[in-house]
């Protein structure tokens, strides 16, 4: 009886050694196949249209994934919009993080999102926004706060062009209209 207890016994330690060396190399595995390929600290892109400037995208860090087609970028996170072939800003967007992806410069900012207009002078907060390169346009699906000479507007799921000239919210949970602009 002892001896089967002793064999049953350095059975279970024997099985969870080996399952043990198993999850680590395959934790080992995970780890290594999601790392950066590399990081970059102080990254600088620019964004051109033919030979023109276009926007200007600054932030304190950076890890590129070239295997899932993704940047990610970190801590003061800055984005510049130029007016057409001019070197003068027409908006910009801060965020904490934001993610580029490779295939078409498109953006995702996160966290403390900050967009202002100086063409239109505008502002919108929200924690999640996307910027579409080619189109020029800027969205969430999140809550937004737009305030405009106008009127100061919020709700959530928003679009507009990327001077926050034409914008639109799709559930409108408030409205205060500034008087002394009608």
Known sequence: MRLKLVYILFSFILVSCFEKETSTVDLIKIETENQPDFKIKSPKVDFYDSIHIKAVLTADFAENYIKYNYTSLFNNVHLDFYENHSKNIETYI?????????????????????????????????????WNENKR?????????INSPVEIIEGYGFESNQDLSNYKIFKVSGVITKWENI
């Open 94 to 130: 801060d965020a904490d993080s934001a993610v580029i992806f490779n295939n078409n410069n498109n953006m995702f900012a996160y966290n403390n999102v900050y967009v202002w207009s100086k063409k239109s002078k505008t502002s919108l907060k929200t924690d999640f926004l996307e």
């Open 137 to 145: 346009m800027l969205f969430s699906d999140k809550y937004v706060k």
